[in-house]
Every structure is written in C-alpha cells, then in structure tokens.
C-alpha cells in the first residue's frame, strides 16, 4: 500500500497512533476490570463477613427471651424467700411484743407501763436474742439476693436492646452491600 499523506498526517503513523490509543484503553479497561473484580471479591468477603456476624447476632438475640424469663422466674422465688424471711422476723418480734406487754411483777403489775419502756425492751432484746439475730441475717441476705437477681435482670435487658439496635445497624450495612 502506498503512503497517503492526508495534510501533515501519514497514513502509516495514524495507524500506528491508533493501535497505540487502542492498546492504552485495552489496558485501561484490564485494569478497570481487575479493579471492579478486586472490589466485588471485597464487597463479597465483607458481605459474608457481616452475614456470619450477623448469625451470631441473632443466636444471641434468640437466646435472649430464655434468660429473661429464668431470671424472673429466679426473681420470684427470691421474693418469696424474702417475703419467709421479713414473716418470721415479723413473727419473732411480735411474739416477744406480745411477751414485753403481758409481762408482769409480783405483784400483778405490768412491769413495761410506757410505750418508750416497751420500745426499750424490745430493743434490748433484738440485740441479745440469737434467734432473732440469725432471722435479721437471713433476712438481709434474702433482700441482697434479690437486689443482685434484679441488677442481673436489668443488664440482660439493656444487653439484649444493645444486641437489637447492633443488628439492626448490621442488617442496614447488609442491606447497602446487596
């Protein structure tokens, strides 16, 4: 073929020119390429990624309504333990109430004649007396057991609505890489 000359331009440069443009944007295109398939791999592993996460996320969640429901039920025997303990301290007292007002001397005469000697009595004898002692102790203890089962009731609810609004955030970031 001869050489045409178009104006400035030789037929044969032009060619040249252009299978060079035409390598440059083969290889624009490769590396396009490459880089939408290295982003689709890392869309791909950061998609399973939060999948797993977000499994165990929602084992977790599930789980939830079960430990919710043995800590009340924990709670309410608890209480009613408290409630054993607060009746037998309340029943040792009055028994010895009782004991305070009906006690006499020897000469027929109520021995307590005030509510303050009354008061002061029963006062000495919650200090002295073993068996109220040990009530008052089981008592406190009771209501130390309940106020932890009660703490550990309000932590497993505030974690379970922290696991819901995490997988709630989880679930949108799913939802943007889909």
């Known amino acids: 073929m001869d050489n045409i000359?178009?104006?400035?331009?030789?037929?044969?440069?032009?060619?040249?020119?252009?299978n060079q443009t035409q390598s440059?944007?083969?290889r624009i295109l490769q590396k396009i390429t490459e880089t939408n398939i290295l982003k689709a791999q890392e869309?791909?592993?950061?998609f399973s990624e939060m999948s797993e996460e977000y499994l165990k996320i929602k084992d977790k969640l599930l789980g939830f309504p079960h430990v919710i429901q043995k800590q009340k039920e924990n709670i309410a025997g608890l209480e009613e333990i408290a409630d054993q303990a607060?009746?037998?301290?309340?029943?040792?007292?009055?028994?010895?109430?009782?004991?305070?007002?009906?006690?006499?001397?020897?000469?027929g005469?109520?021995?307590?004649?005030n509510d303050t000697?009354?008061?002061?009595?029963?006062?000495?004898?919650?200090?002295?007396?073993?068996?109220?002692?040990?009530?008052?102790?089981?008592?406190?203890?009771a209501k130390r057991n309940l106020e932890q089962a009660k703490f550990e009731l309000d932590r497993a609810y505030?974690?379970?609505k922290s696991y819901q609004a995490i997988a709630g955030m989880l679930s949108a970031r799913i939802k943007m890489l889909a």
């Open 24 to 26: 440059v944007i083969n």
């Open 109 to 113: 005469k109520k021995f307590y004649s």
């Open 158 to 160: 505030n974690e379970y």
């Open 86 to 107: 607060d009746q037998e301290l309340r029943l040792l007292e009055d028994t010895q109430k009782l004991q305070i007002i009906n006690e006499v001397d020897s000469a």
């Open 117 to 141: 000697a009354r008061n002061a009595a029963l006062g000495q004898w919650k200090q002295h007396d073993l068996d109220y002692q040990e009530a008052w102790d089981e008592l406190k203890e």
């Open 43 to 46: 869309k791909h592993r950061n």
């Open 5 to 18: 000359i178009l104006g400035d331009f030789n037929m044969d440069e032009l060619e040249s020119r252009i």
